[in-house]
């Protein structure tokens, strides 16, 4: 089944650990998407990836990185630089013509200890 | 102020009530328009997609753009229970960079009890 794999489904972190969160996607997008959702406060954007090799800040990219190597993967690393961690997590893909919908993972939740 | 604004609800319904979910914007730029459900600790899924202003039925939902007010809706007809869930509301521009980059409502907590 085509789709979109997050994991740990569930993630804890002490202060002042950086963590990474896996997503890979088998749907043959070209573009990847991080989002944040905290209650009351939808979704924001973290960073995209158009491309391999290339990706881009979102609104609220400080104390996160990335890296696109594989058109398939696109792991999101939680620095101890980011001071309110405690979120849900999304991945998403998407294309690069045609229909502009993004598909979701079914999120990481990360939880500072 | 918020690019697009979205009524949190909470939201409450008896099972068969026709519900309305709204979302207003500000940016006369986006074009494509999508409403999402997300069940509780769930990825969100797609459920509508518009790109024009006018009416989209699918089943028991009909979304509703009307770009001149800025205005999206989503209306449920006969609501079931299984409805009970978080509706957000999403917009983008056209243009190669803007794929997939989704402006979200603040989303709406929707219950329909039987």
């Known amino acids: 089944d085509g789709g979109i794999t997050q994991s740990p489904k569930y993630l804890f972190r002490k202060e002042g650990q950086n963590v990474t969160l896996s997503c890979e996607q088998n749907?043959?997008?070209?573009?990847m998407y991080w989002y944040r959702q905290d209650p009351g406060q939808g979704l924001r954007l973290i960073y995209y990836?158009?491309?391999?090799?290339?990706?881009q800040k979102g609104d609220i990219a400080e104390g996160y990185s990335v890296s696109r190597e594989k058109k398939e993967s696109f792991p999101l690393t939680v620095t101890s630089a980011q001071k309110n961690p405690t979120a849900f997590y999304l991945c998403?893909?998407?294309?690069?013509?045609?229909?502009?919908?993004?598909?979701f993972g079914q999120g990481t939740r990360l939880t500072v200890v | 102020q918020k690019e697009v604004e979205q009524d949190p609800g909470p939201l409450s319904v008896p099972e068969g009530a026709i519900v309305s979910l709204n979302c207003t914007y500000s940016?006369?730029?986006?074009?494509?328009f999508m409403w999402y459900r997300q069940y509780s600790r769930k990825g969100p899924e797609l459920l509508m997609y518009?790109?024009?202003?006018g009416n989209k039925e699918d089943g028991r939902f009909t979304a509703q753009v009307d770009k001149s007010s800025k205005y999206i809706s989503l209306f449920i007809r006969d609501s079931q229970p299984s409805d009970s869930a978080t509706y957000l509301c999403?917009?983008?521009?056209?243009?190669?960079?803007?794929?997939?980059?989704?402006?979200f409502g603040q989303g709406t907590i929707l219950t329909v009890h039987p």
């Open positions: 998403a893909s998407g294309r690069r013509t045609g229909r502009t919908e993004a598909f």
């Open positions: 749907l043959n997008h070209d573009a």
């Open positions: 990836s158009q491309i391999v090799n290339d990706f």
């Open positions: 940016n006369s730029a986006f074009q494509y």
């Open positions: 518009t790109y024009s202003s």
């Open positions: 999403a917009m983008n521009r056209a243009g190669g960079t803007s794929y997939g980059k989704l402006t």
